[in-house]
């Protein structure tokens, strides 16, 4: 087991852009989480999946976001039209479904927006 | 709602120096706590955690007790190491809504200079 991994780690792009993240989970994990972290910030929730089923979205997650996680294994999370201020490190992790679990991290990827 | 409050940082201390983090937290009922840490360009590990109140976590030095009556989970370390240098998050899952949602506080800066 290689722990939660995310591509790309650095994401440097064009206001207006579109990009899409990959996260692959832990593979006994079913459920899956994404949070945006700004400098000096904790991380914020944007939205979570139960297997393939997104059950959340924060009131962070604009009409810009879009996160998917075909068959319950990897997720994306597409931004499209980017703004400065979609600048952040974007986390996903994940757990399994006991209550009160621990969840387990990626390492993250920034995204810079110029 | 459910919260986490952390006392601000950065914290600036010698090596060799004893180190206190607080952390108090509003939640409906009794939840675990866990503490994170984010090493610099990392993504979030679980340092330690306690599921019941009472109950001390405890992992590479560090220490934590969760404190019902006080609602304060305050992270503790006797003698801190460079290596220690990091941002430290007091986390919960909310009790209600019957899923793993991470609430973060916002994160306490520790640099530790020889």
């Known amino acids: 087991d290689t722990g939660v991994s995310q591509d790309p780690r650095h994401k440097i792009t064009k206001r207006g852009q579109n990009v899409t993240f990959r996260c692959d989970p832990i593979?006994?994990?079913?459920?899956l989480y994404w949070y945006r972290q700004t400098l000096g910030q904790g991380p914020e929730f944007l939205t979570y999946?139960?297997?393939?089923?997104?059950?959340?979205k924060s009131r962070l997650l604009s009409d810009r976001f879009s996160a998917e996680r075909p068959k319950g294994s990897f997720s994306t999370l597409e931004i499209q039209r980017t703004e400065q201020g979609d600048s952040a490190m974007y986390l996903c992790?994940?757990?399994?479904?006991?209550?009160?679990?621990?969840?387990?991290f990626g390492q993250g990827t920034r995204l810079t927006v110029v | 709602g459910d919260s986490v409050t952390q006392m601000e940082g950065p914290v600036t201390l010698s090596e060799e120096a004893f180190l206190t983090i607080n952390c108090t937290y509003t939640?409906?009922?009794?939840?675990?706590l866990f503490w994170y840490v984010q090493y610099p360009g990392e993504g979030l590990q679980l340092l330690l955690k306690?599921?019941?109140?009472?109950d001390k976590g405890s992992n590479k030095g560090f220490e934590a007790t969760y404190r019902k009556e006080t609602t304060s989970f305050h992270l503790e370390k006797g003698s801190v190491q460079v290596s220690d240098s990091a941002v430290y998050f007091c986390?919960?899952?909310?009790?209600?809504?019957?899923?793993?949602?991470?609430?973060f506080g916002a994160g306490t800066r520790l640099a530790v200079h020889p």
């Open positions: 992790a994940s757990s399994t479904d006991r209550l009160s679990t621990e969840a387990f």
């Open positions: 593979s006994e994990h079913n459920r």
């Open positions: 999946f139960q297997n393939e089923a997104q059950l959340e």
């Open positions: 939640a409906t009922g009794y939840p675990s």
């Open positions: 306690a599921t019941k109140a009472d």
């Open positions: 986390a919960l899952p909310p009790v209600s809504g019957g899923y793993n949602k991470l609430i």
